[in-house]
C-alpha cells in the first residue's frame, strides 16, 4: 500500500468522523453553549494587536466592549438568560471599560474621555444597585430596617421613675 492511499483513507475516516460528531449534534452543542466566544476572540485579538503595536489606541474601546459584553453573554447561556434583568447595566460598564481603557493605554490623556468612562461605570453601579433593590434585594432592606428597629428599641436606655 502507498503513502497516497493511506492519506486519502485517513481522510476519509476524519470526513465520517465529522458527520457522524455533526449527526449526533456535537457541533450544535458546541455552538449553542460556546457562542458568545465569536465575540470574545476579536475583543481579546484587539487588545493583542494594539499590546503588538500592530493597531492604534482607539482599537482598545471595541476591544473593551467586546470582552465585557462576551463574558456577560457568557454567563447568560450558560446559567440562564433571567440573569439579565439583574446583569443589564454591565452593557453600560462594557462601554466605560473601553473608554477607561483607551484613557489608561491611549496617547491622548483627556479629561473627558476619563469622565465619560467614570461616568458610565457609576451609572451601571447605580442601575445595578436599583436593580437587585426593586427585586430581591427590597426583602434584604426590610430586614435591615426590622433589625435596626428592634436593636433601637432593645438598646433604649433604662429610665427610673
Known amino acids: 500500500m502507498n503513502r497516497q492511499s493511506a492519506a486519502i ?4 475516516v476524519a470526513v465520517g468522523l465529522l458527520i457522524l460528531l455533526g449527526k449526533l449534534g456535537v457541533f450544535a452543542f458546541i455552538g449553542a453553549v460556546f457562542w458568545p466566544l465569536f465575540i470574545l476572540i476579536p475583543g481579546v485579538l484587539l487588545h493583542v494587536l494594539y499590546f503588538g503595536r500592530m493597531v492604534p489606541s ?25 440573569l439579565m434583568k439583574y446583569l443589564w447595566p454591565l452593557f453600560l460598564f462594557a462601554v466605560a471599560a473601553g473608554l477607561y481603557e483607551y484613557y489608561v493605554f491611549g496617547y491622548s490623556r483627556s479629561k473627558q474621555i476619563w469622565l465619560a468612562a467614570i461616568g458610565l461605570a457609576v451609572l451601571s453601579l447605580v442601575l445595578f444597585a436599583m436593580t437587585l433593590l426593586w427585586t430581591w434585594g427590597i426583602y434584604l432592606l426590610a430586614a435591615g430596617l426590622i433589625g435596626l428597629g428592634g436593636w433601637l428599641v432593645l438598646r433604649r436606655p433604662k429610665t427610673w421613675r
Open 9 to 12: 483513507g485517513i481522510g476519509v
Open 58 to 82: 482607539v482599537a482598545l474601546i471595541p476591544a473593551g466592549i467586546l470582552t465585557v459584553v462576551s463574558i456577560v453573554l457568557l454567563i447568560g447561556n450558560w446559567f440562564g438568560w433571567g
